[in-house]
């Protein structure tokens, strides 16, 4: 007998239907002799309703009361999910991500999990039930709060759920046949990946494929969680992510172009691109005039580091001849860009810049592959393909397996189907299926 820990996400669990199917699909895992644990998100677009609706009551939630307000959503599907495995004739119990022991800091909005505590679970386990997670959510060690992990966060809930109990395997259900080379929703000709590493999926999942949370990623990474993500509508085999090498047969092993690994002098099997993701939550902020001395920089991000944003790409202009000053431009995510901007000109006058321009109509796009290590004119295909498209591009910012661009957001599509069939990563199997979701 095996551990298998489900989740399913919000489109999975959309309506009544949604949720009958998907207690079918858990019982079968059952039924075949597993212990299982499901985590559940929010029924379709539930949190952002939520959302909304705090919005309505006042433009600053108070963090404690909107966290309060937001678990309420997962709380809704997983007490609905384990009447419907009842109506199976089966016996499911629901916990919180308190009675489930996820304990996390105090940060509410984007807490992090620093400890599992699952012994309800287990317990509930060993006498026959199946037990349901509410994803997304924990209580504070120190405040005893209840916390939010962060959009998307209920994938984090069943990694962590997974290492601490050591499961055999975590399967994320969702809305799309796995990991495709691009969002299928803006690329209809994105084609399905197999098997791929977990430093390739952290720096997509880093750069904005929502396919999964980027902090359950790095889970499965430090603990050696293989994550099999797939759809919850089909029986299709989905994606695996894994760092372990496949077996000859294995899910993934086909559809890779080889490329050599020159230190090691072995041929690995990964292709050279492994897809494109793109991020349209992030704002630039570009500060004019700065003179040009040591020490400005340093100024300038201090206090936007004071004022607690996490700072993407910074570029820095040549300076001009005739004031020796610069303008410095960097991106964010677009929800801290006000409180980044008042903090910057409030502190006008110690950071003697010129002016504050921000722009929160930038997207961003990302090629990400392991190969491009040993393959050079990476970059140079990828500059080729946006001229072509006739697409501007406003900065650029390179890792060893990435390089991202940001565009204007309404040039942001094209840019990425552009680059997706420049280098080649079309598919000639038929349109990508996207089930379900409103991609809200
Ligand atoms: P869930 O509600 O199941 O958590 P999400 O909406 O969070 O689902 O994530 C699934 C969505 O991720 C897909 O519907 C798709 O639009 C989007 N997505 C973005 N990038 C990718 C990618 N590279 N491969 C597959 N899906 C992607
Ligand atoms: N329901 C939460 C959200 O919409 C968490 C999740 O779906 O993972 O962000
Ligand atoms: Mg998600």
Do not use: W
């Not at 209580?139 to 992990?149: A, W, Y």
């Not at 080379?181 to 990946?193: K, L, M, Q």
């Not at 700072?311 to 020796?324: F, R």
């Not at 650029?396 to 204007?408: A, N």
């Amino acid at each position: 007998m095996s551990l298998v820990v489900q989740k399913y996400g919000g489109s999975s669990v959309a309506d009544a239907e949604s949720v009958k199917r998907v207690a079918r699909r858990i019982v079968e895992t059952k039924k075949a002799g597993h212990d299982v644990v499901v985590v559940v998100s929010a029924m379709g677009d539930t949190t952002d309703d939520l959302m909304d609706l705090a919005q309505q009551v006042t433009p600053l939630p108070p963090a404690r009361e909107l966290d309060m307000l937001l678990t309420a959503g997962e709380r809704i599907s997983m007490a609905v999910l384990a009447m419907a495995i009842a109506n199976l004739g089966y016996s499911a119990l629901s916990f919180t991500g308190s009675q489930a022991g996820v304990i996390t800091d105090e940060a509410h909005g984007k807490a992090r999990i620093i400890d599992i505590t699952p012994g309800r679970i287990t317990k509930a386990l060993a006498e026959g039930h199946i037990a349901i997670v509410a994803g997304f959510q924990g209580v504070s060690q120190t405040t005893k709060n209840i916390t939010t992990l962060g959009r998307g966060g209920s994938d984090t809930t069943a990694v962590a759920l997974a290492a601490a109990m050591s499961a055999d395997v975590c399967e994320i259900y969702t809305d799309v046949d796995g990991v495709f080379t691009a969002d299928p929703r803006i690329v209809p000709a994105a084609r399905h990946i197999s098997r791929i590493s977990t430093e390739e999926m952290l720096e997509l999942a880093a750069n904005g494929a929502k396919i999964l949370h980027l902090r359950c990623v790095e889970y499965a990474r430090r603990y050696q969680i293989p994550i099999h993500v797939r759809s919850s509508f089909s029986a299709k085999e989905g994606t695996i992510i894994t760092d372990q090498p496949a077996a000859a047969g294995d899910l993934g092993t086909t559809n890779c172009q080889l490329h050599q690994d020159s230190e090691e002098g072995v041929t690995v099997e990964a292709p050279i691109i492994s897809g494109v993701a793109h991020d349209r939550s992030e704002a630039k902020i570009t500060v004019v005039g700065v003179p040009d001395r040591p020490g400005y920089a340093a100024k300038i991000f201090a206090t936007v580091a004071e004022a607690e944003a996490n700072v993407d790409m910074i570029v820095q202009n040549v300076s001009s001849v005739e004031t020796g000053c610069t303008d410095i431009s960097f991106t964010l995510p677009r929800n801290e860009g006000d409180r980044v901007v008042k903090a910057l000109d409030k502190a006008r006058d110690t950071l003697g810049f010129v002016s504050l321009q921000f722009d929160d109509h930038v997207g961003k796009l990302s090629l990400v592959g392991a190969g491009m290590r040993t393959n050079p004119g990476v970059s140079a295909k990828l500059f080729q393909a946006l001229s072509d498209a006739d697409i501007n591009i406003e900065m650029i910012s390179t890792s060893e397996i990435r390089i991202s661009v940001v565009t204007s957001d309404d040039q942001l599509d094209d840019a990425v189907r552009a680059v997706h069939t420049a280098f080649g990563l079309d598919s000639s199997e038929g349109e990508a299926v996207v089930y379900g979701g409103t991609g809200r």
